[in-house]
C-alpha cells in the first residue's frame, strides 16, 4: 500500500477524535487529500467503513468527511470509483432495519449527489433493492424522492416503473414512518412531473404528458384521501399524506378532479380544525385552489363561499414570528386568497368588506385589510374597475374606527392605493387623506397608548399611538408627495380646508409641507389648476388662509420646522392670495422676504433662538404686506377674520397673544374708528383674564393701537379702571366690572393695568407726559395699597412700563417725574412690607426690583428713600440660600431663624440680575465717589460677614457699582447701548475717604472664594483708578492707561492660584503700587481699617491683611509717627485675637542671626526635633539657608551625616540622626532660592548621596526613612529643574519603585538622564563615589555599581576616565552583590564606539563569556546582552577564532525553560551574522544550517519577545544562505512592519530550501521529528506543520535522490496524531494532509 493510504487511514481512525477542534482540523486534512486524490480518499473511506468495522459514531463522521468531498469534488470521481461505491452506500443505507438518520442519512445524500453524474447507475441500485410486493428501505424510497426533487429530468422518464413498484405497496405499509416517506416521495413526483413539463423543450422524451401517469395517480389519491388521510395517527405522516394530495390534484385529470372536488375540499377544511400545524394543509389547498382555477374557474363557484368563509378566519390570525411554517402558513393563504380574486374579484370584494362591518371582532377587521393590501398589491389589473367601489366601501371604516390596529393596516393599505391610482379619484379619496390627518393629530396620552392584538406574546401585534402618527406623517408628507402625479387631484386644493379646522391643529405640519410642495410645483411649472376661484370653490377664502398662517408663524419652531414650511407654503400661495399691486406688490415683495425669513430659521440654533427678534421680522412682515396692498378694505377683511379666528387659539395662550399682537397692527393701520373701537371690545371679551401671557398679549395689542390711537384706547381702559359699584350698566361689555373693592381682585383689572402700561410705552413721544398727569397717575394711585400680589405684579409691571416710557433715552426732552418716589414706596413695601406677610411671591420682589431700577433712573436724584431701598432689598438679596433646581425647591422649607430664603436656580438669577442693575442705576443718577461712600457704609457689615455667600453677592455688587462709576467719569456709553445721561456734579478733587474704602475691602483679597478675591482686587483697582482720575488725570493717554493700574491688572490672574503665597505675592504687589498714592492724611484711616481685617473670620484673609499692614508700614512707616501709639494699641488688640500662625512669622528672622555665629549647634538642635520636622523647624532652616554661607556649611554639613555616620543602628534600624538629616535636607531643597548655590557646589556630591541614601534605607526599619530618601530625591531634581528624570519617575508607579529592591533599575536611568543633563559632571561624581564601592554596606556598593554601570554609557570621550571604571570593575568582578552591574557595565562598552570595544575586546569578552553558562540564569542573561550588544561593533579578527565555541556554547540555551533566556541567546546567535562572510565563513555556514530548523520552530514562539528574537535573526543571517531566492525571500518576508501568515511562510520557504538545499532536507526533516517530543505544545505544531510542507514540497525527482524515508515521517506524525494535545493532533492531522502525493 502506498504512502498516501497510510496517511488517509491515519486520518480516519482519528476523525473521531474526542475533540472537537481535532476533529475538524483532520476533516479538513482529509478534505484536503481528497481534492487532490478524491479517488483514493473516498474508496479508502468506504474500505474502512466496509473492513475496519468502526463504532456506529465513527462510522458516521467517516461518512460525513465523505459527504463533502463528495459534494464538492464530483466532478472528479471516477466511474469506476462510483461503481465501487454506490452499492457499498446502499448497503450502508440498508444494513440496519431501523431508521437511523444519523448514519443512513449521509449514504442517502451521496447517493443523490452521485445521481446528478451518473444517475443511471444510482436508479439502477436503487430499483433492484426495490422488489415488487415488498415495501423496500425507508432509506431507498426517501432517497427516489430527494432524487426526483434534485434531478426531476433524469427521474421522470423511469417515474411509470416506479410507480408501478408502490401502486403494489399500500397493503403492506404498516408503520407511520413508511407512509410518511411514500407520501412525500409522491409528492415529490408531482413537483418533478410539473417541474418536467415546464421543460419540456429540453427534455429527451418529449412525449410524456399529464395522462402518462393518471393511471398510476388515481389508485394513489383515492388510497391517500379515503384511507390514510383519516387513518394516519403520526403528524408526520398526516402532513405527508395532506401535502401529497395537493401536489396529486396538480396531476390528474381534470374531469377525476371535478368529481372529487365535493368531497375534498369540505374534507381539506375540517382539517383546519384537527391539525395544530395547519401550513401543509394551506399548501395542499393552495394547490388545489391553483389546480381548479387553472383553466375553468367555474369548477371552484359552488364552493366559493365555503372557502371563503372557512379560510378568511384564518388568514386574520396573527402569524407565530418565532415558528416558519407559521410565517409560511400565512402568506400561502393570502396566495390563496390572490388565486381566488383573480378570478372571483366582485365576489371576493364583497365578502371582504362585509367583514369590515364587524365592530367588536378588531382581528378580523385588521386582516380583512391585510388581505385588501394583498390584493391591492398583486392583482390590480383586476381591480381597475372597482377601485370605486373599494374607496367608498372604505369610507365607514376610516371615519369611524378607533382601534389603533386596524388604523394602522388601513394606512398600509393607503400605501398600497397610492401607487396604483386610487387617488386620482379626487371625491372618493379624501376621506382617507382626513383619516390619516386625524392620525397626524394624536396627542398625549394617546400617542402613549398602545393596544394589542392576540394574546400570545409570540404572536400578539402591538401598536401604539406615536407609531400610528409617524406612520401616517410620512405617507402623507413623503409618500404621497413622492407621488405627485397619483394624489394631486385629492390634495389640492382640499388641503386648505383642514388648514382652517381647529381639529387638525396637530397636522398643521404636514398639511402646510403638503401645500408648500404642491403649490410651488404648480407655480413654478405654471400648472392650469394652480390659479383657484376663491368665489366658486368650496374653500376658505385668501384673507383667512393669510391671517391664519401668519398667526401660526408666531410660532416657528413648533414641530420642529412649522415655520419653515409656513414660509414655504405662503411663497408658493402668494400670487393667489395678495392683491397683486403695482410692481409685483405685496406678492413681489413675499418671494425677496420669505426666503430671507427661511435663512434666518435654519441659521439660528433652538437655544440661542431669539423670540422677540422673531416677532420684530414677524409684525414687520405684516406691516409691510399692509403697506404693498395698499388696500384698506383688504385690510379690514384681515382684521375681520383675524378676529374671527381668534377663537382657534383659546388654548393656546403663546398664539393667542401672537394673535393679538398681530390684529392690534392691523387695528393700527386702520382709520375706521368704529371698526377699531369694536375688535378692541372683541379682544377684551374673548381674552382669557387669568392667563399672563393673553393679558401680555391684550396690553400689546393695545399699546400697538395706542400708538396711532392712544385717545381711543385711553377711553376704553378708563372704562375699566373707573368702573362704577353698581350692577351692570349699559356701557358696552365693560360694564360687567363690580365695584372699585372688588375691581382690585378682578383679573380684568390687571389686564387693563398691563394695557394702560404699554400704551404709555407705545405712544406716540410727544402726547405720554401730557396723558401722564392727566389721566395715568389719577387711575393707577387708587391701586397702590392694595394687598392683592397678583394687583401688586400688575402694578410693578405698569410702572416698569410707564418708566422706560419716561427716561430721558427714550422721551428725548428732560422731565422730572413728580410721582416717582410715591411709586418706588409702594414697590418696596410690597418686596419687605412693613408688616410681614408670609410667601411673598418671588416675582413680586424680582419684578420690582427690575422697576425700581427703571424709576431710580429718572428725575429727580433719590431723596432718603436710598437707605430704606439699599437695606431692604440687599437684606432680601443676601438672605437667598442657594439656589436649588425648581423640582427640589417644594422640599425644602424656608428656615426664617437661619434668616435664609429659598429659592429656585432661575428667579435667583433673575433677582441677582435685577438687584445689580438697580444698585448700579443708583450711582448712575448721582456718579459721585460720596455717594458710593454712602452706598458701602450700607453694606459694609455684609462685606465682612462670616457668610460666604454674602460675601460673594455683596462684594460682587460693589465690583458693579464701581464699574458703573467709572463709566460715568468716561466718555463712555451706558449697558444697553444707551447714552450716558448727563447729571449734575459736584466737583472732586481726589476719590473722598480711600483710606476706608481700600481698608474695608482689602482682606477680601485673600478670601477662600476664589470670586471673591477677584472681584474685590478688581475693586480696589476702580477705586484707585477713580482716585487717579481726580488727582493725577494727566496720567491716562489714549494710547495707554497708568503703570500703577496696569501692574494691578497683570497681577490679577494670580488670585486665581489656590497657594497662599502667590495670592500673599499679589497683597504685597497690590500694596507697593498703591501706597504712593494714599494721602498722608488717609494712611492712619487705612491702617486703622485694615487692623479689624486682622480678626476676620477667615485665616487666610487676616493674613493676607498682615501681609498688607506690614507692607505698608515697610513702604511708608516713618509717616505714621503721629499715629504710632494709636496703631500700636489696635495691633495689640487685633493679635489677641489672631489664630492664624502666620501673622507671627516675623519672629523667624532671629534664626538667621543665631545661626551666623552658631550654625552646627543650631543645625544639630534642629536635627534633634521629633520627625516629621514641625512647620517652625522647617521655615528656620530655609531662614537659615537664605544666607549663602551659612546654607553652604550647613548642607556639607547635612551630606557628612547622610554618607559617614552610623547610619544603621543595630542590624535592622535606620539611625534617627540619619533620618532627620534627610527631612531637614529636603526642606531645604524645597527653596528655590538654593536653586543656583546647589548647581554650583553640591550638584556631584548631592546626586552621590542621594543614589547612596537609597541603598542605606532600602529594606531597613522603619519604612519611612525610604519614603524620606524618596521625598528628598523629588525636591532635588525639581529644584535643579531636571523634569525629564521627574517625568520618567512619574510614568507609572515609579517613585514607590524606588522604595522597594527594585531601586538599582532606576538608579541606572535616573543616572542616564543626570549624565546626559550634566555631562561635566561624571567625573566629579565618579571621584565622589568610588570609595563606596567597597563601602562597609551593601547598599552603597550596590547603589555605586549600578551608577558605574551606566557612566560607561557616557564616558565616548573620556579614555581616561572609562579605564578607571572598567578597571574598577574588572577588579569587583569577585563581588556576587555586584556583579550583575558589572557584567551590565561591561556590556555597555559598545556605547563608547569601535575604537574602544577593540583595545578593551578581549579583556571584556572573556569577561563575559565566563558568566555566559553560569547556573545563576540571570548573570547568564546579562552576560549574553552584554556579548550581543559586543558583536555588533567588535572587529572580526577578535572573535573568528574562538566563533564555533560561541556557537556551541549558546546552543543550549535556544531550548531553556527561561523565557529571557531563549531570546538572549536568539538574540546573541543573530549577532553573530557579521562574522559569516570572513575567514570564518564556512564554520559559520554550517552552524547557521545546524541552527536553521531551530529558528523557524521558535518564530511562532509563544513568547513574543523569543519568536521576535527569532525573526530578527534570521533576518539578519538572510544575506548568509549563500543563495539570492532565499536570502531576498527571508530579508523581504520578515522586515519587522510586515504581518506573517506563518503557514504561507513555511509553505514558501520549505519549497525553496527543497529546492536549494536537498542535501540538507533529510536533516532539517530529522530535526524537526526530533522536536516532536518538545515540551511546547506551539514547537510540537510547528514542527508537524514544517514536515508536512517540507514533503508536500519535495519535488517527485528529488525524492529519489536524497534519503527522506517517508514511511518514518508518516509514522512519526501518525504517532504524533496520538499527543494529549488536541492542537497538536490537530496539527499532526492538518501535516498528513499536505502527503497526498506519497
Known amino acids: 500500500m502506498s504512502t498516501v493510504h497510510d496517511i488517509i487511514n491515519a486520518l480516519l481512525v482519528t476523525v473521531n477524535d474526542n475533540d472537537a477542534v481535532v476533529r475538524d482540523a483532520v476533516a479538513l486534512a482529509a478534505e484536503d487529500l481528497g481534492r487532490m486524490q478524491p479517488d483514493s480518499l473516498i474508496q479508502d473511506a468506504a474500505t474502512f467503513i466496509t473492513t475496519k468495522k468502526p463504532s456506529r459514531d465513527h462510522k458516521i463522521t467517516v461518512l460525513n468527511v465523505m459527504t463533502k468531498v463528495l459534494e464538492n469534488y464530483l466532478d472528479h470521481v471516477s466511474e469506476s470509483v462510483a461503481n465501487y461505491l454506490i452499492p457499498i452506500l446502499a448497503n450502508e443505507m440498508t444494513e440496519d432495519k431501523e431508521t437511523i438518520p444519523e448514519w443512513q442519512g449521509p449514504p442517502s445524500q451521496m447517493l443523490v449527489i452521485f445521481g446528478r453524474r451518473y444517475p443511471s447507475q444510482v436508479l439502477s441500485e436503487l430499483m433492484q433493492r426495490f422488489q415488487p410486493q415488498s415495501f423496500p428501505h425507508f432509506y431507498i424510497l426517501k432517497t427516489l424522492s430527494d432524487f426526483a426533487t434534485a434531478n426531476e429530468m433524469n427521474i421522470v422518464p423511469n417515474l411509470k416503473d416506479i410507480l408501478t413498484k408502490m401502486l403494489t405497496l399500500p397493503n403492506q405499509i404498516k408503520k407511520d414512518n413508511q407512509r410518511t416517506v411514500f407520501a412525500s416521495a409522491i409528492g415529490n413526483f408531482c413537483v418533478a412531473i410539473n417541474t418536467y413539463l415546464a421543460n419540456l423543450d429540453q427534455a429527451t422524451d418529449q412525449s410524456i404528458s399529464l395522462e402518462t401517469f393518471s393511471r398510476e395517480f388515481n389508485p394513489v389519491y383515492e388510497m391517500l384521501f379515503t384511507k390514510w388521510i383519516k387513518d394516519a395517527s403520526d403528524a408526520k405522516a398526516r402532513f405527508a399524506t395532506i401535502e401529497a394530495l395537493g401536489h396529486i390534484c396538480t396531476v390528474i385529470p381534470k374531469d377525476q378532479l371535478k368529481s372529487q372536488i365535493a368531497k375534498l375540499i369540505p374534507e381539506m377544511l375540517k382539517l383546519y380544525k384537527k391539525e395544530k400545524d395547519i401550513y401543509p394543509v394551506t399548501l395542499a389547498m393552495s394547490n388545489i385552489i391553483t389546480a381548479l382555477t387553472q383553466e375553468d374557474s367555474v369548477l371552484l363557484q359552488p364552493f366559493l363561499t365555503l372557502l371563503l368563509t372557512n379560510l378568511h378566519p384564518l388568514a386574520c390570525q396573527l402569524p407565530n414570528l418565532e415558528e416558519a411554517n407559521s410565517i409560511k402558513n400565512s402568506n400561502e393563504l393570502l396566495r390563496c386568497f390572490e388565486k381566488i380574486g383573480s378570478h372571483f374579484t366582485e365576489d371576493l370584494l364583497k365578502f371582504l368588506f362585509t367583514q369590515l362591518t364587524d365592530k367588536k371582532d378588531v382581528q378580523t377587521r385588521a386582516g380583512t385589510l391585510g388581505i385588501l393590501r394583498q390584493l391591492i398589491n398583486r392583482i390590480n389589473e383586476h381591480l381597475d374597475d372597482k377601485k370605486e367601489f373599494i374607496l367608498k366601501e372604505l369610507k365607514t371604516l376610516s371615519t369611524f374606527e378607533s382601534n389603533l390596529i386596524v388604523k394602522k393596516k388601513l394606512v398600509l393599505v393607503v400605501t398600497a392605493m397610492v401607487p396604483q391610482g386610487y387617488f386620482q379619484q379626487a371625491e372618493y379619496a379624501q376621506h382617507l387623506i382626513e383619516f390619516l390627518l386625524k392620525n397626524c393629530c394624536l396627542i398625549e396620552p394617546s400617542l402613549a397608548q398602545v393596544e394589542t392584538l392576540g394574546k400570545n406574546k409570540k404572536t400578539a401585534e402591538s401598536v401604539s399611538g406615536q407609531e400610528l402618527k409617524t406612520m401616517s406623517e410620512k405617507v402623507l408628507c413623503h409618500f404621497f408627495l413622492n407621488n405627485l402625479d397619483k394624489t394631486d387631484r385629492s390634495l389640492w386644493p382640499f388641503l386648505f380646508e383642514p388648514l382652517l379646522s381647529t381639529q387638525y391643529n396637530e397636522a398643521l405640519l404636514v398639511v402646510t409641507k403638503c401645500l408648500s410642495h404642491i403649490a410651488l410645483t404648480k407655480r413654478e411649472n405654471e400648472e392650469e389648476d394652480y390659479n383657484l376661484d376663491f368665489e366658486n370653490v368650496n374653500v376658505p377664502k385668501p384673507c383667512a388662509i393669510i391671517a391664519r398662517l401668519i398667526v401660526l408663524l408666531c410660532a416657528p419652531l413648533r414641530k420642529g420646522s412649522l415655520g419653515i414650511q409656513i414660509l414655504e407654503c405662503l411663497r408658493g400661495l402668494a400670487p393667489l392670495l395678495l392683491p397683486p399691486g403695482d410692481d409685483g406688490g405685496a406678492p413681489a415683495m413675499w418671494d425677496t422676504a420669505l426666503p430671507k425669513l427661511v435663512a434666518f430659521i435654519e441659521k439660528t440654533k433652538s437655544d440661542s433662538w431669539d423670540a422677540n427678534k422673531w416677532e420684530e421680522l414677524t409684525l414687520k412682515l405684516l406691516a409691510e404686506t399692509i403697506k404693498r396692498c395698499n388696500d384698506d378694505e383688504w385690510t379690514l377683511e384681515l382684521g375681520e377674520k383675524m378676529t374671527e379666528q381668534l377663537d382657534f387659539y383659546k388654548n393656546d395662550q403663546e398664539i393667542k397673544k401672537s394673535a393679538m399682537n398681530l390684529l392690534g397692527l392691523v387695528l393700527q393701520k386702520s382709520n375706521k374708528r368704529e371698526f377699531i373701537k369694536s375688535k378692541l371690545d372683541v379682544m377684551f371679551l374673548t381674552l382669557d383674564h387669568n392667563a399672563e401671557t393673553s393679558r401680555v398679549g391684550c396690553g400689546q395689542a393695545f399699546g400697538f393701537t395706542a400708538a396711532a390711537h392712544l385717545d381711543l384706547t385711553l377711553e376704553r381702559i378708563q372704562e375699566v379702571m373707573k368702573a362704577p359699584a353698581a350692577a351692570p350698566s349699559s356701557r358696552g361689555f365693560f360694564s360687567f366690572i363690580d365695584s372699585k373693592k372688588d375691581v382690585q381682585a378682578t383679573p380684568q383689572t390687571n389686564t387693563a393695568l398691563l394695557c394702560l402700561g404699554y400704551m404709555t410705552a407705545f405712544s406716540p413721544k410727544g402726547q405720554i407726559t401730557s396723558r401722564l398727569e392727566v389721566t395715568t397717575v389719577p387711575l393707577l394711585r387708587p391701586y397702590l395699597t392694595t394687598r392683592s400680589p397678583l394687583l401688586q405684579e400688575h402694578i410693578i409691571k405698569c410702572l416698569d412700563l410707564i418708566g422706560s416710557a419716561l427716561h430721558p433715552n427714550s422721551l428725548r426732552t428732560a422731565y422730572k417725574f413728580t410721582h416717582r418716589d410715591e411709586f418706588l414706596k409702594a414697590i418696596v413695601e410690597y418686596m419687605a412690607p412693613s408688616v410681614p406677610v408670609p410667601d411673598i411671591p418671588w416675582n413680586i420682589r424680582i419684578l420690582g426690583l427690575q422697576s425700581a431700577r427703571t424709576l431710580v433712573r429718572l428725575d429727580p436724584l433719590l431723596p432718603e428713600i436710598e437707605k430704606e431701598l439699599l437695606e431692604k432689598t440687599s437684606n432680601i438679596y443676601l438672605q437667598l440660600g442657594e439656589p436649588v433646581p425648581l423640582s427640589e425647591l417644594a422640599k425644602q422649607q424656608t428656615d426664617r431663624k437661619q434668616q435664609k430664603l429659598n429659592i429656585d436656580v432661575e428667579s435667583y438669577q433673575k433677582f441677582s440680575r435685577n438687584y445689580n442693575r438697580m444698585v448700579t442705576a443708583i450711582i448712575a443718577t448721582d456718579p459721585a465717589t460720596s455717594t458710593f461712600n454712602r452706598i458701602l457704609k450700607n453694606l459694609e457689615h455684609y462685606v465682612r460677614s462670616n457668610n460666604i455667600r454674602q460675601r460673594d453677592r455683596m462684594v460682587f455688587s460693589i465690583n458693579k457699582i464701581l464699574q458703573k462709576l467709572v463709566k460715568h467719569k468716561t466718555p463712555v456709553e451706558e449697558e444697553d447701548g444707551e447714552e450716558a445721561t448727563k447729571k449734575t456734579k459736584k466737583e472732586e478733587y481726589e476719590f473722598e475717604n480711600i483710606g476706608y474704602s481700600i481698608g474695608v475691602l482689602i482682606p477680601r483679597v485673600t478670601d477662600p472664594e476664589e470670586s471673591i478675591r477677584l472681584a474685590a482686587h478688581e475693586s480696589i483697582e476702580h477705586i484707585i483708578e477713580l482716585h487717579m482720575m481726580l488727582t493725577q488725570p494727566e496720567a491716562f493717554t489714549e494710547e495707554e492707561a497708568p503703570t500703577e493700574l496696569q501692574t494691578l491688572q497683570s497681577i490679577r490672574d494670580r488670585l486665581s492660584s489656590k497657594e497662599m503665597a502667590a495670592q500673599f505675592g499679589v497683597v504685597q504687589q497690590t500694596t507697593l503700587t498703591i501706597a504712593p498714592l494714599f494721602p498722608e492724611q488717609e494712611l492712619s484711616v487705612v491702617v486703622l481699617e485694615a487692623i479689624k481685617g486682622l480678626s476676620d473670620s477667615e485665616a487666610s484673609s487676616s493674613s493676607g491683611t498682615c501681609v498688607f499692614i506690614n507692607t505698608l508700614y515697610k513702604a511708608r512707616g516713618q509717616e505714621l509717627l503721629p499715629k504710632v501709639g494709636e496703631l500700636v494699641r489696635s495691633m495689640l488688640d487685633a493679635m489677641s485675637q489672631i489664630t492664624e500662625e502666620k501673622t507671627l512669622n516675623g519672629t523667624l528672622n532671629t534664626f538667621k542671626s543665631l545661626a551666623a555665629s552658631h550654625l552646627l549647634p543650631v543645625v544639630d538642635e534642629l536635627l534633634n526635633s521629633p520627625i516629621p520636622h514641625s512647620i517652625q523647624t522647617k521655615r528656620a532652616a530655609i531662614v537659615i539657608a537664605k544666607d549663602e554661607n551659612l546654607a553652604v556649611n550647613m548642607i556639607n554639613y547635612l551630606i557628612l551625616i547622610l554618607n559617614n555616620s552610623q547610619l544603621i543602628e543595630g542590624e535592622t534600624n535606620v539611625s534617627t540622626l540619619s533620618m532627620s538629616a534627610t527631612c531637614l535636607l529636603s526642606e531645604l531643597l524645597e527653596s528655590e532660592e538654593l536653586e543656583v548655590l546647589i548647581r554650583k557646589n553640591f550638584l556631584p556630591s548631592l546626586w552621590g548621596t542621594l543614589l547612596l541614601r537609597f541603598g542605606t534605607t532600602i529594606g531597613y526599619q522603619p519604612k519611612t526613612a525610604s519614603e524620606q530618601a524618596v521625598g528628598c530625591l523629588r525636591n532635588f531634581l525639581n529644584l535643579i529643574h531636571a523634569h525629564e528624570i521627574t517625568d520618567l519617575l512619574n510614568n507609572g508607579d515609579r517613585w514607590k519603585q524606588l522604595e522597594t529592591q527594585e531601586y538599582p533599575h532606576l538608579v541606572i536611568e535616573i543616572t542616564s538622564l543626570m549624565c546626559k543633563l550634566f555631562p561635566d559632571k561624571i567625573g566629579e561624581t565618579f571621584d565622589f563615589l568610588y570609595p563606596f564601592l567597597k563601602g562597609n554596606f551593601p547598599g552603597q556598593r550596590v547603589s555605586t555599581a549600578a551608577a558605574f554601570s551606566e557612566f560607561i554609557n557616557n564616558l565616548q570621550q573620556h579614555k581616561d576616565l572609562l579605564q ?194 536537498r542535501d540538507r532536507v533529510n536533516y532539517y526533516v530529522m530535526t524537526c521529528i526530533e522536536y516532536f517530543k518538545s515540551s511546547w505544545t506551539t514547537i510540537r505544531c510547528n514542527a508537524a506543520l514544517i514536515v508536512g510542507l517540507t514533503l508536500k514540497n519535495l519535488p517527485l525527482e528529488i525524492r529519489k535522490q536524497i534519503t527522506v524515508n517517508p514511511a518514518i515521517v508518516t509514522d512519526a506524525l501518525v504517532t504524533l496524531i496520538k499527543d494529549r494535545n488536541p492542537e497538536v493532533r490537530a496539527a499532526a492531522s492538518k501535516a498528513l494532509g499536505k502527503l497526498h502525493a506519497y
Open 1364 to 1557: 578607571k571604571v572598567i578597571n574598577s570593575f574588572l577588579l569587583s568582578l569577585i563581588d556576587e552583590t555586584i556583579k550583575i552591574f558589572v557584567l551590565r557595565g561591561l556590556g555597555n562598552l559598545v556605547s563608547c564606539g569601535q575604537q574602544q570595544i577593540d583595545r578593551l575586546a578581549p579583556t571584556i569578552i572573556d569577561a563575559l563569556m565566563c558568566s555566559i553558562d553560569d547556573a545563576n540564569e540571570t548573570l547568564a542573561l546579562e552576560a549574553m546582552n552584554g556579548l550581543a550588544k559586543i558583536f555588533v561593533l567588535v572587529d572580526e579578527s577578535r572573535v573568528s577564532h574562538i566563533l564555533v565555541n560561541i556557537c556551541h556554547r549558546i546552543r543550549p540555551a535556544f531550548d531553556k525553560k527561561n523565557d529571557n533566556i531563549r531570546a538572549a541567546s536568539f538574540h546573541l546567535f543573530g549577532n553573530l551574522w557579521k562574522f559569516g562572510n570572513g575567514e570564518a565563513a564556512d564554520t559559520f555556514y554550517d552552524q547557521l544550517q545546524n541552527n536553521l530548523p531551530t529558528l523557524l520552530l521558535h518564530l511562532t514562539d509563544d513568547v513574543a519577545p523569543v519568536a521576535q528574537a527569532c525573526r530578527q535573526a534570521l533576518r539578519k543571517m538572510a544575506p548568509l544562505f549563500r543563495n539570492e531566492e532565499v536570502s531576498s525571500f527571508l530579508s523581504r518576508v520578515l522586515e519587522d512592519s510586515r504581518q506573517i501568515s506563518f503557514e504561507d511562510f513555511y509553505n514558501e520557504l520549505t519549497k525553496l530550501l527543497t529546492t536549494k538545499y
